[in-house]
């Protein structure tokens, strides 16, 4: 018998998703003849191809930026408009600030349109990317001789001073450093900056966080996290060693060895932003803006161990000093007590629930009383509040009249440092436990977000919308 070789010609294999689409096509075909028999144009299923409706689903996606309609998709792409006034200011933002803001949404739709013609090699990220990424930087002023704009006149540095109330004299010192950012996020619902034991600070600019060294002022490192992260929403380091957690705008909470610079895990389950971080020995919890926070076993392969729920964003985390509660700051108002259960579920009860007029973001446990917790108020309440979470009761709650977005304890000299916003954009002191001003640290023009404390006590790290950082010296 023998065997005859011919060539053929090479056979296409269809994929499942094709052949998929063929079927969907004839069942609509042969549906659309029957209701259209007076018709004479009867539809072909056979010209449409999937590889046709393909193309088209990703031209007209490269039409326009993309819109997140749902939680679920909020987790691949974030809305441009939303990012920046919406969930940027919610119920709590400055005038100045959100028309500052209106101008640079303008500007940055004009600047990310498309260049026709161009191919992308993965489209629908790479306009994604295009319309939201901001790598951000972060640069020390060189005072007279800076080129950062509104800083080479020298005016702006001699804006920055501590100014003290004393009934012997009105003392006045400028920042030990200014620092000028990029990419800085202008929203209040974010937390971006920490302070590590081993001197370290860290803050996030756009997708990339930079690691300033607190005692070589002049070393500065910056790790990014790549396309595959619009921004970094918030970072917390450990209590002991060099380890940084960092959640990010798709829901995911990263481990990085800032030393090495290499990501040490990916801890997956959040569908949306993750705005807020907090340690608690190997136990590490993240709030996300659909209410829920996840507790992570860092040493686990099934890192998540727990789940608490919330009906609105979580904007603030915070383990008390002895690790026995965790606080709880919500976008509706509501601070909860929870207990060390890493176990929780949905039938777990808060210790405490305290309804607050807005919401409740800058929040900081007294590190040497446990059962005192201080929160600073909104926009719309504008104070300053001591509690006893032991009784959910208020101890003191002196008003500010402005929108406090970060808050400190001082250990040392036994006083409260608040970041707030108009009409000043100043950091109050705060004496404790009579609650009296002793101190303002004036020269932000816009709203000072975040505050960092030293590790030693004795110095500050605050942040302002307007894209200025300073070191002060408080004690």
Same mark, same amino acid.
């Given at each position: 018998?023998?065997?005859?070789?011919?060539?053929?010609?090479?056979?296409?294999?269809?994929?499942?998703?094709?052949?998929?689409?063929? @079927?969907?096509?004839?069942?609509?075909?042969? +549906?659309?003849?029957?209701?259209?028999?007076?018709?004479?144009?009867v539809f072909d299923g056979v010209t449409v191809t999937y590889s046709d409706f393909k193309r088209n689903f990703v031209k007209r996606l490269s039409a326009a930026v993309p819109v997140a309609s749902s939680p679920v998709t909020t987790r691949w792409q974030q809305s441009l408009t939303k990012d920046l006034t919406a969930d940027s200011f919610g119920e709590d933002y400055s005038r100045t600030d959100l028309a500052e803001c209106g101008s640079v949404l303008r500007m940055t739709l004009e600047k990310e349109t498309l260049i026709p013609g161009k191919k992308y090699l993965n489209q629908p990220l790479a306009i994604q990317k295009r319309a939201h990424q901001d790598n951000g930087e972060m640069l020390i002023c060189a005072q007279s001789r800076c080129v950062w704009k509104g800083c080479g006149d020298g005016v702006r540095d001699e804006a920055f001073h501590l100014k003290k109330f004393s009934d012997i004299d009105d003392s006045m010192h400028l920042p030990e450093l200014m620092f000028h950012l990029s990419g800085l996020r202008n929203d209040f619902y974010l937390?971006?900056? +920490? !302070?590590?034991?081993?001197?370290?600070?860290?803050?996030?600019? *756009?997708?990339?966080?930079?690691?300033?060294?607190?005692? @070589?002022?002049?070393?500065?490192?910056?790790? +990014?996290? *790549?396309?595959?992260?619009?921004?970094?929403?918030?970072?917390?380091?450990?209590?002991?060693?060099?380890?940084?957690?960092? *959640?990010?705008?798709?829901?995911?909470?990263?481990?990085?060895?800032?030393v090495t610079k290499k990501q040490l895990r990916k801890m997956l389950g959040h569908l949306s932003v993750v705005g807020a971080l907090s340690w608690n020995?190997? $136990?590490?919890?993240?709030?996300?803006?659909?209410?829920?926070?996840?507790?992570?076993?860092?040493?686990?392969?099934?890192?998540?161990? *727990?789940? $608490?729920?919330?009906?609105?964003?979580?904007?603030? $985390?915070? !383990?008390?000093?002895?690790?026995?509660?965790?606080?709880?700051?919500?976008?509706?108002?509501?601070?909860?007590?929870?207990?060390? +259960?890493?176990?929780? @579920?949905?039938?777990?009860?808060?210790?405490?629930?305290?309804?607050?007029?807005?919401?409740?973001?800058?929040m900081n446990w007294c590190p040497w009383q446990s059962a005192v917790l201080a929160v600073g108020g909104g926009l719309k309440d504008g104070h300053l509040h001591v509690f006893d979470v032991n009784t959910g009761k208020s101890i003191q709650s002196p008003n500010t009249n402005s929108q406090i977005g970060s808050l400190l304890w001082l250990p040392k000299t036994k006083e409260i440092v608040t970041g707030q916003g108009t009409p000043k954009n100043m950091v109050t002191v705060w004496t404790y436990p009579d609650l009296t001003r002793s101190g303002e640290f004036l020269g932000h023009r816009g709203r000072v977000l975040h505050l960092a404390l030293s590790p030693d006590y004795t110095r500050i790290f605050s942040a302002a919308s307007d894209g200025t950082a300073c070191v002060w010296k408080c004690c």
């Open positions: 018998m023998e065997w005859k070789l011919e060539r053929s010609a090479p056979r296409k294999v269809r994929t499942q998703e094709e052949m998929l689409w063929e @079927n969907v096509m004839r069942v609509f075909a042969r +549906d659309l003849k029957q209701r259209s028999q007076a018709s004479s144009k937390n971006i900056l +920490d !302070w590590s034991f081993q001197n370290l600070v860290a803050i996030a600019l *756009g997708s990339s966080v930079y690691i300033w060294n607190g005692e @070589n002022s002049n070393e500065m490192e910056n790790i +990014d996290l *790549g396309l595959a992260c619009n921004y970094v929403s918030s970072v917390s380091w450990v209590k002991e060693g060099t380890c940084l957690a960092v *959640g990010t705008s798709e829901g995911e909470v990263q481990l990085w060895d800032v020995c190997c $136990l590490l919890s993240s709030g996300s803006r659909l209410g829920r926070v996840y507790h992570h076993d860092v040493r686990a392969a099934q890192h998540h161990v *727990g789940t $608490l729920h919330h009906k609105q964003a979580v904007c603030a $985390l915070k !383990w008390s000093p002895d690790g026995k509660q965790l606080s709880c700051g919500c976008s509706d108002g509501v601070l909860t007590i929870w207990p060390h +259960d890493p176990g929780a @579920n949905a039938q777990s009860q808060p210790l405490q629930v305290i309804p607050q007029t807005t919401a409740v973001k800058a």
